[in-house]
């Protein structure tokens, strides 16, 4: 079983399959390499990537076998971060900031949270990028997901950054 406190991160390969889409990977390991970050503990991401953390190995293998991820040199978190789908408190300063937006996005949106995760992404780390970025993912959602889900995820992404 993957250790659920170990911290990976995206290798070149991996931010290159990102862009390309070359390989055939499952809808949770996609979302898995888009939303792992170098700083997080593994058991983290298994609510975002749609799995228990039992899962994860199924999940992680393929992305380590392609060379698209790797585990961070003393990147073992023994403390395991908090449960970021869960939502809740103040913004995370850096790219864990985008990495809360993202975690919002993925436990309002669900399964339908790709194109969102990708808008946010590639937002810089601004406060002010950051809310550029969750506005313009909110209408991307109000179009293509939900109405509802769209406006409370705006809510909320708000709250988060001006907190």
Known sequence: MADL?????????????IKARAFDLTR???????????????????KMVGCVPEQMEEVLAPLIEH???????????????????????????????????IALAERVFEKHAGPVVLKLEKAANSGADLLAAAESAA??????IDESKAADFLVEARR???A
């Open 67 to 101: 060379g698209l991820i790797a585990p961070v040199a003393g990147g073992s978190n023994r403390a395991l971060a908090p449960g970021l789908p869960g939502g809740g408190g103040s913004l995370p300063s850096g790219s864990s900031a985008a990495q809360a937006l």
């Open 139 to 144: 209408k991307l959602a109000k179009l293509t």
């Open 5 to 17: 406190q170990e911290v990976y991160a995206r290798t070149e390969a991996g931010v290159a399959e």
């Open 160 to 162: 988060l950054i001006s």
């Open 28 to 46: 949770g390991q996609r979302n898995l390499l888009i939303v792992i970050d170098g700083k997080s503990a593994l058991g983290s991401f298994a």
